[in-house]
């Protein structure tokens, strides 16, 4: 694993910014995976930005999202969808059509997966997977737990997601109970991943998924399993390290 700390925002929203553009760069058909949460934002504005210069084209590229709410209509401001429109690709020249969020609100979720797999399989894999943690230790919404799950597949959200989400929506009630999400033998396919954790709330679980044991209590922590992971941290984030 390759861990970089920043002390300021800029230089880490840069780095990840420039790992994604040099991709395209040298790959203009390149496989993103993409995620939601505050940790990537600054990298996708950066992304925007050197869109805007010129510098980086999304043009022949084509993108999966980890996760999306289940039931949240896809309008819904919170909505993953809506997320990744507004931060990136309205101001991008993506091709929309090559865009994947998984759909929440299909009538089939279980079917829904099954297809989300199946195009991950036939397009991928992933070459670059970008990825938050949640505070305890989750990524995408693969909850800790007895046992993970390989595939994408629906999730009840914990009680501890429920209330660290509760923060984008106008009451703890709004927030949906259930999301679909890539399982952790999906996500762990990429040829490379790029975990951004921002905040002191997410020390510890930073601190158990890169030094603690490889358990499905702290999801994460598999990651130490894969052979090209570069891990960003802002000075809170990588504060027990
Ligand atoms: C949500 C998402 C995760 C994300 C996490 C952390 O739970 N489902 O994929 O990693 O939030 O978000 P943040 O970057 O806001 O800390």
Known sequence: MNILKFRNEEDFAQTGANLIASLLQSNPKA??????????????????????????????????????????????P???????????????????????????????????????????????????????????????????????????HVVDLLEETLEANARFFDRLEDVPRQAVTMGIGGILKARQIVLLVRGEEKAEAVKNALEGPITTQCPASLLQSHPNVVVLLDEGAAKWL
């Not at 590229?61 to 999306?68: F, P, V």
């Not at 759909?103 to 079917?111: D, F, K």
């Open 31 to 76: 496989v993103l995976g993409l995620a939601t949460g505050s940790s990537p934002v600054g990298v996708y504005a950066k992304l925007v930005e050197m869109h805007r210069k010129g510098n980086v084209s999304f043009a022949k590229a084509s993108s999966y999202n980890l996760d999306e709410y289940v039931g949240l209509p896809v309008d819904h």
């Open 78 to 152: 919170q909505s993953y969808r809506s997320f990744m429109n507004e931060h990136l690709f309205n101001h991008v020249d993506i091709d929309r059509a090559r865009t994947h969020v998984p759909n929440g609100n299909a009538a089939e979720l279980a079917a829904e997966c099954l297809a989300y797999d199946k195009m991950l399989e036939d397009n991928g894999p992933v070459d670059l997977q970008i990825l938050g943690i949640g505070s305890n230790g989750h990524i995408g919404f693969n909850e800790p737990d007895a046992s993970l799950t390989s595939g994408t």
